[in-house]
């Protein structure tokens, strides 16, 4: 059996009207609407997920919610790790029994997230609080092909995650919290 590896990059666009023209530029069709996310990461008390540079979340969109481990990020020009995940029926009652086994969120983040289809990759139009990301997953071939067409290149490609990308960001946007969340999450772009 394989083991499920997730392959991804980021670019950075100015605004969401423009990575969505881009992205639509390409002929890419629209694969999930535009939906809020909410995403919690948990760690044990002594960090040991952190240490290992791994993964656990829990991301709430409207009813549905996944539970996510992430392995760590293995050398290269693309972000790859091992990723595995599920849907959870009940994502707040899910958190409580992590909770209740000793987890604890360290860090929690919201983006609206809008994805399409082209080629054989996914590529998703992020709208955070520290900006706008265009992410693509899929094969090492197929992310360079579309970044390509997007006009970027690999000195372009972002590999940081979302929580690293706040702590770069957070002093200059004037985030005063530990969490990288919207000031009004119903606010339309």
Do not use: Q
């Given at each position: 059996m394989d083991e499920p590896v997730e392959r991804e990059i980021k670019l950075r666009f100015d605004?969401?009207?423009?990575?969505?023209?881009?992205?639509?530029?390409?002929?890419?069709?629209?694969?999930?609407?535009?939906r809020f996310q909410e995403d919690c990461?948990?760690?044990?008390?002594?960090?040991?997920?952190?240490?290992?540079?791994?993964?656990?979340?829990?991301?709430?969109e409207g009813q549905r919610s996944l539970l996510t481990f992430k392995g760590p990020v293995q050398p290269g020009p693309m972000k790859v790790r091992e990723e595995l995940e599920t849907v959870v029926a009940d994502g707040e009652m899910l958190r409580q029994v992590l909770e209740r086994l000793g987890l604890h969120v360290w860090f929690r983040y919201q983006k609206y997230?809008?994805?399409?289809?082209?080629?054989?990759?996914?590529?998703?139009?992020?709208?955070?609080?520290?900006?706008?990301?265009?992410?693509?997953?899929?094969g090492e071939a197929g992310i360079d092909a579309t970044a390509r067409a997007l006009g970027r290149s690999r000195g372009d490609y972002i590999l940081d995650s979302y929580h690293r990308l706040f702590?770069?960001?957070r002093e200059a946007l004037g985030f005063?919290?530990?969490?990288?969340?919207?000031?009004?999450p119903g606010r339309e772009s």
């Open positions: 605004t969401a009207a423009d990575a969505r023209e881009a992205v639509r530029g390409l002929g890419a069709s629209l694969h999930r609407g535009r990461l948990f760690d044990t008390d002594d960090e040991r997920l952190r240490m290992e540079r791994s993964a656990l979340r829990i991301r709430n997230r809008e994805e399409f289809a082209w080629t054989d990759v996914v590529i998703a139009v992020d709208e955070t609080p520290v900006g706008t990301f265009v992410e693509i997953e899929g702590l770069t960001n005063k919290g530990s969490n990288m969340v919207f000031d009004d």
